[in-house]
């Protein structure tokens, strides 16, 4: 098993540009979950899907921030422009959602993409 | 709503010596718990889980965590530490919400273990 995969694992932008972290969740979940960690705020939710639509989004900063889920196999976070706030470890995570039963809420979680908005 | 609090930021111990990361929640309804671990500069793994039964639950790496459900903990426990062990270690909880659609977990804020020679 190959586990969540990101990429990039490292991201350097300038400020104003387009940022796009991508995610293949594990084969088979049907749940995935976009986190931020700084320093400042800790571990934080974005964004939630669940069966590719979009179940809970209230964590999502602003409006420059977007997510899409076009199919059971993919997933990318959007921050356009970018800010150097903006600058976090960003983390995305798989489950399989079977009628809300524990197993549920085990996630996996991938590597994370660490970017840098000068 | 559910909520998870690790009152504590940071925990120093000796290696080979026993320590105990503190976990506490509240929740109206019946809960899920987690710990996970993060090593530096990788993403967090799941270290153990409480679902159901036993209220003392064993995980990797020699830890283990007991849930106490009248004093709403699942504090985190390993006997004797290693270097390797030094971590962040995160609590989480399910947010259960039997009127929603949801499996969402909740996390704490994370404990620093930092084990010293």
């Known amino acids: 098993d190959a586990g969540v995969i990101q990429s990039p694992r490292h991201e350097v932008t300038e400020m104003g540009q387009e940022v796009t972290l991508r995610c293949k969740p594990i084969s088979g979940h049907n749940s995935l979950f976009w986190y931020r960690q700084t320093m400042m705020r800790g571990l934080e939710l974005l964004i939630y899907f669940n069966n590719n639509v979009p179940i809970d989004d209230s964590g999502m900063p602003e409006d420059r921030f977007s997510a899409k889920m076009p199919n059971a196999s993919f997933s990318t976070l959007k921050i356009q422009p970018s800010e150097p706030r903006d600058s976090a470890v960003y983390f995305c995570?798989?489950?399989?959602?079977?009628?809300?039963?524990?197993?549920?809420?085990?996630?996996?979680f991938g590597p994370g993409t660490r970017l840098t908005v000068t | 709503a559910q909520s998870v609090t690790q009152l504590d930021s940071q925990v120093p111990v000796f290696e080979e010596a026993p320590v105990e990361l503190r976990c506490n929640y509240s929740s109206s309804v019946s809960v899920y718990l987690f710990w996970y671990v993060q090593y530096p500069n990788q993403g967090l793994q799941l270290l153990l889980k409480y679902l159901s039964g036993s209220t003392l639950v064993k995980g990797i790496n020699g830890f283990e965590a007991e849930f106490n459900k009248s004093q709403t903990s699942f504090h985190l426990r390993k006997p004797s530490v290693h270097i390797s062990d030094t971590a962040e270690y995160f609590c989480?909880?399910?947010?259960?919400?039997?009127?929603?659609?949801?499996?969402?977990?909740?996390f704490g804020t994370g404990t620093l273990l930092a084990v010293q020679p």
């Open positions: 989480a909880v399910s947010d259960r919400n039997y009127g929603g659609a949801t499996n969402k977990l909740i």
């Open positions: 995570a798989s489950s399989l959602e079977r009628d809300r039963g524990p197993l549920s809420y085990e996630q996996y």
